[in-house]
């Protein structure tokens, strides 16, 4: 069975590099899109997507870490935490597209945001929010009480216990969560269908209130309603490669991260 | 040194503590046994209000530390537990180097003081006869030491800020017989310095360490004694069944 | 060193000094009889009360230390071997006061009979030197001392070598105590004025003897703390020997 999974994603994988791979060139990764995006290359929606990321990374990794120390640390186990948990899990259970337009009617319309990065980003983050909430949760309770209250009895402060012996504990496994999220944020399209993502932009952002090309939501158009499909038919494959190898790095990166603290934090 | 009147404790509606008047005097060492869930514990962690984590507690009585209430508002709780610390049943060492492990205590007490905390993590494991074990590998992770090791490595880090108290919730039962015999030692030589308070399953290690015994029984404190007498010659025939081991 | 093994050491201590005071009270006793010295004898029988005390410290200790530290293997074997040497060594004590009221005794009669110095009575009253020649009497206080001493050395030095030695020791002194038996009874038949003094002589030799068993218990006692061995009722004894 577990034998059969590889076999299906290597399969993907392979299908994917097998038809991309003839169009990645430097050209194709550092060239707008040109002729009717039949030709050119995606640079635009790579950097639109990084900005993506760390947009509502920003955003969502703190106010998502805080938000699970307090629930975990802090707000012991009354009818409120529970309440909070229970709407955090469904809060993770909504479709994307309802993301979307919720984002749409508060950032981009009410707020006044226009279609921006920072719209996006914002949209991106609450999608987000549950999982890293979760994710660090969890990490945080792995942690036993034992050094919790070790930390107490010396006479050091909650704050102190939390900052200098449950987190830097909990960092591996927090990454962890990260990981997750930045592979999810940078994968998604439905949220920032509405929010910030742009057909056809071949120019750079200069701030966060511009809009930008996607590599999810550029996938979908060339994929569907580009001026020929058939014929952008490869490049479609090489952005989707691109994508997955985007995702890829930015796993391996953090996950070299968790090793580097995993033993600083044995050895320190 | 401790006192304690009339104390009663309470899980919930649970009656964990019945009516405990116990007095403790400088310098000695006092052991409390008993079956499990006697209330040796709670009472233990009353003294550093290691309670106050658990929710829904409540406490009726006095307990006074050189003569001050240490429950009364005016007690900040994080500088009792300076001065009267605590070790652990299980050795919880932090992921942190020896050096530091020591330094904690001292570091989240705001001393930067470089040359002092150096001076201070020495005198500490001398103390906990651990420094000519560690002093080459300070900067190694305290996870690298043995169970007894870390043991007395958080007996070390206790000593760093310098308590007047020591409380100790059953901590060599963790350990093997040889290094339990050492933190008995180690016990045993503390006591010059420290008023030092022992829960402890093992009844011969009471006798071999302390010089006043108390059974607890169901929540009440049943016999508080000299050690020798308790172990030759208990008033109590509860004691006595408990420490000849015909309990039940 | 671990501070039970430093308690150990105390209790052995204390045990040193009783058996000091205790071989002192003996040698005191050897004198005393020897050159009928009243004052020296009454100088025992006042410092009995400090050997009693010992046995009711050592006593109390050794019980306290086993309730306490629960020894085990050679330290219980020790422990164990104290309390009996200690009880072993009061009785030791008593009988050298038994033999300082004898010769206060001999000392009181003496007084009473000074000014009729040539009254007959009095010629038997104590015993003459010639007796105590015959019944080497000496020998048998020089023979008690060593065994004693030696005894106490081998558990300062923890070693049983010489235990066999001290044994033997105790045959010589029940061979004394049977020639006794004889050569009081034909001085008896010869002078019936010296039964009653003979019989108290007798029974004085008779302590001198129990010491010498006393001795050899506790030369057991060593044995079975350094050794683990049971030497107890195993060796062939005199006849006259008996176990108390």
């Known amino acids: 069975m577990g034998l059969l999974v590889v076999a299906i994603l290597l399969g993907i994988l392979g299908f994917i590099v097998y038809n991309g791979i003839g169009v990645i060139s430097w050209e194709f990764l550092t060239a707008a899109p040109t002729e009717g995006m039949t030709s050119g290359g995606i640079f635009p929606a790579i950097v639109g997507t990084l900005c993506l990321v760390v947009g509502s990374m920003t955003f969502a990794f703190p106010f998502g870490v805080m938000s699970a120390i307090y629930m975990n640390e802090y707000a012991g186990n009354g009818q409120v935490v529970k309440f909070i948990r229970v709407m955090t899990n469904n809060l993770s259970g909504i479709p994307s597209i309802v993301f979307g337009l919720f984002g749409m009617a508060l950032f981009v319309n009410t707020l006044n945001f226009g279609d921006s990065i920072l719209a996006g980003s914002l949209t991106l983050g609450l999608l987000i929010l549950p999982l890293i909430i979760r994710t660090t949760e969890e990490a945080l309770k792995a942690i036993p009480d034992s050094y919790r209250t070790g930390s107490l009895a010396l006479g050091a402060s909650k704050l102190q216990t939390i900052r200098r012996v449950v987190l830097p504990m909990a960092f591996p496994n927090i990454i962890t969560g990260l990981i997750l999220a930045i592979g999810r944020v940078s994968g998604e399209t439905a949220p920032i269908l509405f929010t910030v993502a742009a057909y056809f932009l071949p120019k750079l952002p200069s701030g966060i209130f511009d809009q930008v090309m996607a590599l999810p939501y550029h996938l979908y158009v060339i994929v569907t309603s580009g001026t020929d499909i058939e014929a952008s038919r490869p490049i479609a494959y090489g952005t989707a490669l691109v994508l997955i190898a985007m995702v890829l790095v930015l796993n391996l990166l953090a996950a070299t991260l968790r090793r580097y603290f995993g033993k600083k934090i044995k050895t320190n | ?248 | 060193m671990k501070h039970t093994e430093k308690e150990l050491q105390v209790l052995k201590e204390e045990v040193s000094q009783m058996w000091k005071l205790v071989l002192s009270q003996l040698e005191k006793a050897k004198q005393s009889f020897l050159s009928g010295d009243v004052e020296m004898a009454r100088e025992i029988a006042s410092r009995e009360k400090r050997v009693d005390a010992f046995e009711l410290k050592i006593d109390s200790d050794c019980e306290n230390y086993i309730a306490l530290y629960s020894p085990v293997a050679v330290d219980l074997r020790l422990v164990l071997s104290l309390i009996k040497i200690s009880i072993t060594l009061e009785r030791i004590g008593d009988f050298a006061e038994g033999i300082a009221r004898y010769v206060i005794d001999n000392g009181e009669l003496r007084m009473d009979n000074g000014e009729v110095s040539n009254n007959s009575l009095s010629q038997f009253s104590t015993l003459n030197a010639q007796l105590v020649e015959d019944l080497q009497l000496e020998r048998m206080f020089d023979t008690l001392i060593g065994m004693l001493s030696d005894s106490f050395v081998a558990l300062e030095s923890e070693n049983t070598r010489i235990s066999g030695k001290i044994l033997s020791k105790d045959d010589e002194i029940d061979e004394l105590y049977r020639n006794s038996l004889d050569i009081l009874t034909n001085y008896m038949q010869q002078n019936p004025a010296f039964i009653r003094s003979g019989l108290k002589t007798f029974l004085l030799i008779r302590k001198l003897e129990r010491i010498g068993d006393h001795c050899s218990n506790i030369v057991e006692e060593i044995v079975f703390y350094v050794d683990a061995k049971v030497l107890k009722h195993h060796f062939k004894s005199g006849e006259l020997r008996v176990e108390s």
């Not at chain 2, 403790?24 to 008993?34: E, F, P, R, S, W």
């Not at chain 2, 429950?71 to 300076?82: F, I, M, N, T």
């Not at chain 2, 150096?118 to 190694?140: C, I, P, Y």
Request: proline fraction near 3%; glycine fraction near 6%.
């Open chain 2, 1 to 248: 040194m401790i006192t304690t009147h009339n104390i009663d404790f309470y899980y919930g509606d649970f009656h964990a503590l019945k009516n405990i008047s116990m007095e403790m005097d400088a310098n000695t060492v006092t052991a409390l046994i008993g079956p499990s869930g006697c209330g040796k514990s709670t009472f233990l962690r009353l003294f550093n209000r290691m309670n106050d984590l658990i929710d829904n507690t409540r406490l009726v009585g006095e307990c006074l530390i050189d003569g001050q209430n240490i429950y009364s508002k005016s007690v900040q709780v994080d500088e009792l537990r300076k001065k009267v610390g605590m070790v652990f049943q299980k050795p919880n060492p932090f992921p942190k180097s020896i050096f530091e492990n020591v330094a904690y205590g001292l570091r989240v007490n705001d001393i930067s003081n470089k040359s002092f905390i150096t001076q201070r993590v020495e005198e500490s494991l001398k103390a906990a006869a651990l420094w000519d074990e560690v002093k080459d590998k300070l900067k190694k992770s305290a996870f690298e030491l043995s169970g007894g090791q870390q043991q007395r490595l958080c007996i070390a880090r206790a000593l760093a800020i310098s308590p007047s108290i020591l409380l100790m919730d059953e901590p060599a039962s963790a350990l093997d017989p040889i290094s339990t015999s050492k933190i008995e030692e180690l016990i045993y030589s503390l006591k010059q310095q420290y008023t030092i308070v022992i829960v402890t399953h093992n009844m011969q290690q009471a006798a071999r360490v302390s010089d006043r015994t108390g059974f607890f029984m169901l929540g009440e404190l049943v016999e508080f004694n000299d050690t020798k007498k308790m172990f030759l010659s208990p008033e109590k025939e509860q004691t006595q069944n408990y420490i000849t081991g015909r309990f039940g």
